[in-house]
């Protein structure tokens, strides 16, 4: 069983910038990815950013490049998305998930997540 709690949500103007954590606990040894979904009111979830364990190599949503930065910490066992010039369109529900059979842009599948936290919410005001 794996556990994911997320951290560091709230409110921000825009311009403003927040680090969201991911902590993992549990039987976290088969994972392949962490990655960062988000939904808005009445939207579907989407990806946001993924990081892959092997090698920390990452991948990003076209809307958040050059704003977001995914990174992880070993030895806290913990991913990071650390957001800068936020939108007020970046308003949502941000989840982290885990992946222990991803690939490639499959990361940025949601149905390939195993694992889901229970999400945070991040609100950027006009």
């Given at each position: 069983q794996v556990q994911l709690v997320e951290s560091g949500g709230g409110l921000v103007e825009a311009g403003g910038s927040l680090r969201l954590s991911c902590a993992a606990s549990g039987r976290t040894f088969s994972t392949y990815a962490t990655g960062w979904f988000r939904q808005a009111p009445g939207k579907e979830?989407?990806?946001?950013?993924?990081?892959?364990?092997?090698?920390?190599?990452?991948?990003?949503?076209?809307?958040?490049?050059?704003?977001?930065?995914?990174?992880?910490?070993?030895?806290?066992?913990?991913?990071?998305?650390?957001?800068?010039?936020?939108?007020?369109?970046?308003?949502?529900?941000?989840?982290?998930?885990?992946?222990?059979?991803c690939s490639g842009t499959g990361c940025y599948d949601r149905r390939k997540y195993n694992y889901w936290g229970q999400g945070t919410q991040v609100t950027v005001s006009s």
């Open positions: 979830r989407e990806f946001v950013a993924v990081i892959r364990w092997s090698d920390h190599s990452t991948g990003y949503a076209d809307s958040v490049v050059g704003r977001f930065t995914v990174s992880r910490d070993n030895a806290k066992n913990t991913v990071y998305l650390q957001m800068n010039n936020l939108k007020p369109e970046d308003t949502a529900v941000y989840y982290c998930a885990l992946s222990n059979f």
